[in-house]
């Protein structure tokens, strides 16, 4: 019940965040039309998925990649990404995207060039998700101060996992 409460509240933030940055878009029609149609691709993959536990890193990673589909007509080439995997295995619907999402807030404001690596692996003992981008502003005291960071920290936790901040990054393990 913590989980689906918990993922209710993201997809606000979420829906929130892009519908300001469709409003920037308004003055390049064939961009917003795009940003539009990928809206709400992303919005009826989040109805399908929310009576659901767990999606496939495959899915995740489809949704993730529209939404920086999304950013990139707004910014342009101030962002690039890069998305590298070769693992299947189950995650909670939307744990990827609200960190991408906090990438983009906290960095392409600033001026500069924003380039977001997502890497989906295998160690020993756990599957990762490692998010880092060019910025490194990541740091420990974000997390209770906003809501994509906090939320999904503990959604990731309630699911069994660990969230780490690295390196101005953020890696999740999934025990295997």
Known sequence: MEMKLLSSKTNPHFLFNSLNMIITLLKKPHKAETAILDLSDLLRNNLENSEKSTVSIEEELDSVRKY?????????DKLQYEIINSEKFDIPPLIIQPLVENSIKHNISKGANLTIKICILRDNHSRKIR?????????PSMINKGT????????????GGKFLILNGGIEISFKL
């Open 68 to 76: 920086l589909s999304i950013q990139k007509l707004r910014f342009s």
């Open 131 to 139: 998010i880092f981008d060019s910025g490194k502003r990541v740091i």
């Open 148 to 159: 994509g960071l906090t939320i999904t920290k503990k959604r990731i936790e309630n699911f």
